[in-house]
């Protein structure tokens, strides 16, 4: 495990007798969340199991379990206050959240913002494997500009909100190698850009959530590179995000959405050209296969940025 705050941990019931189960997830979850109700749909041999990763700012867990409705009543509320936000969402099933009057279904592709704040019941199916995202309160009240429950399905399924569902489960994916300071730098982005798919800001011009569009814009054109049709347009309409606003980020380190695109594509063919395994392709098959529209336009746009052309650096690449 690494060095610092920084904790994973594992649970399950598999390791404790059947009729201690029920009470054993009682003490668990209430451990790693807050104070909390249960209503089991069988008490005789409970199945549950979590993963936990935490700092001291934030925590994500991945949860299942057997069917189970969990509540927060006034009371439990005034008796062990929690503040803080979490997202839910669940990768497969079904989790149905009530709280505030207000209720969301959450399939996969939504989440949800919830307080602890605030009583709130939620119910979840025996086929469901969720992650739950503790976010301090400050993170949220600040940029949202309120204090109250969240309750209501945010689409996590496309854009944006993809982008965020994708971060949550990479950042679970790579548990064990992360450390202290990258958990939470990771964590970070998660919240800011949350903030904005939460209030559907489209015109986030401070210098932060600009830094923030430029690196997930960049993210975005490293991975879809060598697809012809990537433009600043699709970019946009992929991520959820103006034109004007992906232009204004990439304004500021000295870029356009043009230039990022011709880039990665270059780098991508110049990768390929040192790589033993596409010895196999034609310049033409690298300029089709890597975005350009064709071999002369690849071979020109290759020379005026590295001096050379395709065929020269892969001969002295020999």
Known sequence: MPAGTYIVESQTTREVDPPERI????????????????????TDNFRGETVRQCTDAYQLVKFRSDEIEYSRTPHQVRQDPDEDYRLLLPPTGELVLRQDGREARLTPGQGTLLTF????????DASTRAFI???PARELDGPLHRKSPLVTAL??????????GSMLNDLHEERETLTDPQFNAVSDRIVELLCMLAVG??????????????AVVRRHVREHAAEPGLTGTS??????????????????VGTTPRELIREERLRLVRDRLRCGECEHMTI????????FSSASALSTAFRQ??????REMRAGGR
């Open 155 to 164: 689409d996590l399924s496309t854009g944006l909100g993809r982008v965020v």
């Open 201 to 214: 800001d489209d015109r986030p011009d401070a210098p932060g959530h600009l830094t923030e569009v430029e």
């Open 305 to 310: 940025r590295f001096g050379v052309s395709p």
């Open 284 to 291: 033409t098959d690298l300029a089709y296969a890597s975005g």
């Open 23 to 42: 009470d054993f997830w009682s003490e668990h979850i209430g451990s790693v969340q807050s104070r909390m109700g249960y209503r089991y749909a069988r």
């Open 235 to 252: 970019m946009a309409r992929a991520l959820g995000w103006s034109l004007r606003q992906i232009q204004l980020a990439l304004q500021r």
């Open 117 to 124: 704040g605030e009583p709130f019941e939620c119910l979840q």
């Open 133 to 135: 995202f503790t976010i």
